[in-house]
């Protein structure tokens, strides 16, 4: 599974971070940081509890291989500038 973040509806929160903080941390402006997006068996839990508190319906799992999507997903310093 991957971890993807819809950079059009995230405001910054920051409950991903708190509910998956191995894979996430947050920006200087509270954006979050994903290190590493595939999600290991182990995480699933926390990543599917973290997918869920979003408020902004902006983090989601996707089944997709982690290599074989475009760019819907932006890993470490790649999140856009506002
Ligand atoms: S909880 Fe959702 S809206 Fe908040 S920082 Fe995480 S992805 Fe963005």
């Known amino acids: ?8 509806r995230c405001d910054g929160h920051g409950f991903c971070a708190s509910l998956l903080p191995e ?5 200087e402006w509270g954006f979050p940081v994903i290190a590493r997006t595939h999600i290991d068996q182990s995480e699933l839990t926390a990543a599917r ?13 996707s089944s997709q ?17 506002r």
């Not at 599974?1 to 059009?8: F, G």
């Not at 509890?49 to 799992?61: E, S």
């Open 1 to 8: 599974m991957k971890l993807e973040i819809d950079w059009t």
């Open 23 to 27: 894979r996430i941390t947050l920006d």
């Open 49 to 61: 509890r973290a997918v869920g508190t979003c408020p902004a319906l902006a983090l989601r799992l």
């Open 65 to 81: 291989p982690v290599d074989s999507r475009s760019s819907t997903s932006r890993e470490v310093n790649s999140r856009p500038t």
